[in-house]
């Protein structure tokens, strides 16, 4: 299996399931966890995370794009950040089924993107479905926050620090709490 293959069976949201799909995830998982080692064993400059940060997602990352590590992915190639994206340190980035973060977004410490989830049928619990996560513009995530699989999170939106976000979240509000809840409008 090849990298395209995969995210269109990603794409039609494809159950991951098979010998060959395990073995290609395990490939990726391996070179993600070889890049995010060397952005999180040693002092980088932001020029230099942008080079190891473009590696890992497979394209060029804007100039403004800025990260503290540690980052950590076991995928890497399905995350697509915009401009002025900023990404906090010790955020954990599950990204099989991809992961879109838009222009000017703030990702707290900490935050978890899951974008797989498990069959809940315990033969089949090991086989993975994904979902795509896709932040609008100007979104921010507070610390420590897990923002589920299939959710997509409007523009100018805040998610409280803690929240788990297991549904969409419209344009200008605020969410907090677990299930993550609507607060206010901004």
Sequence with gaps: MEL???LDHVARRGALDTPEIYEFMNRMSDSARRMTCELNGSYHTQEEIRDIVSRLFGYRVDDTFRLFPPFYTDFGRNIHVGRDVFINAACHFQDQGGITIGDGSLIGHAVVFATLNHDMQPDRRSAMTPA???????????????????????????????????????????????PARFIRHI
């Design 4 to 6: 395209q293959q995969f």
């Design 132 to 178: 795509p996560i896709v932040l609008g513009r100007n979104v921010w995530v507070g610390s420590n926050a897990t923002i589920l699989q299939g959710v997509t999170i409007g523009d100018n939106a805040i998610i409280a620090a803690g929240a788990v976000v297991t549904r969409d979240v419209a344009p200008d509000t605020v969410v907090g709490g677990v």
